[in-house]
């Protein structure tokens, strides 16, 4: 079974440029998770998707940051404009039904500058 | 609100001694708890996970969890630690969230194992 898949692994970009992240989960998975980790860090949760609908965005910086989930499938997380604090890497996870465990991708490292 | 609260932030043990992280939660219903192991610049990798079948759980590289109920408890541990287990270890649990389940990260306990 392929397991998740992001893009790009790592993103170099300067402050107040934008920037953005894919992620495709396991095949059938309705869960869909974005986590920030900021170095030494445990992973915050930004935004969790059920199919195409947001399930939890409390924690998202709606001011910059956006995310969808195409067709309850593909997602992608955008950060315009993006400030030094966004440096991190951001983890994309997908679960499926019930109370199973979610799966993450190797993550997409940025570096704002 | 939930929570999950691993009580140590960084453990240290020589090689071939044994390892116990540990990790307690708020009393809810969940049915499933988790630990998840990430070395350096690599993505979160599930170690064990228990689902209500046996309270004592095996997972990979030797490692093995119980849950204890009563304790709200699921420490981690391993009998004999290697080189290679050196990483950040997170306890996970998925608690109801409306009609989903919302995944809460402990805070993590970062393991250093000596020569």
């Known amino acids: 079974e392929a397991g998740v898949a992001q893009s790009p692994r790592y993103k170099i970009i300067e402050k107040r440029q934008s920037v953005a992240f894919w992620c495709n989960p396991i095949?059938?998975?309705?869960?869909l998770y974005w986590y920030q980790q900021i170095l030494g860090q445990g992973p915050k949760l930004l935004i969790q998707f059920q199919n195409n609908g947001v399930v939890d965005d409390s924690q998202l910086p709606k001011d910059r940051f956006s995310a969808e989930r195409l067709k309850g499938v593909d997602s992608t997380l955008k950060i315009q404009p993006a400030k030094l604090e966004d440096s991190a890497v951001y983890l994309c996870?997908?679960?499926?039904?019930?109370?199973?465990?979610?799966?993450f991708g190797q993550g997409t490292r940025l570096t704002v500058v | 609100a939930q929570s999950v609260t691993q009580l140590d932030s960084h453990v240290s043990v020589s090689e071939g001694t044994p390892v116990l992280l540990r990790c307690n939660y708020s009393s809810s219903y969940s049915p499933s708890l988790f630990w998840y192991v990430q070395h350096p610049n690599k993505g979160l990798q599930l170690l064990l996970k228990?689902?209500?079948?046996?309270?004592l759980v095996k997972g990979i590289n030797g490692f093995e969890a119980e849950f204890k109920k009563s304790e709200t408890s699921f420490h981690l541990t391993k009998p004999s630690a290697h080189m290679s287990d050196a990483a950040e270890y997170f306890c996970?649990?998925?608690?109801?969230?409306?009609?989903?389940?919302?995944?809460?990260f402990g805070s993590g306990t970062q393991l250093t194992v000596l020569p």
């Open positions: 228990y689902t209500s079948a046996a309270t």
């Open positions: 996970v649990v998925p608690f109801p969230s409306g009609s989903a389940r919302q995944l809460t």
């Open positions: 095949s059938g998975h309705a869960t």
């Open positions: 996870a997908s679960s499926g039904r019930g109370w199973s465990e979610a799966f």
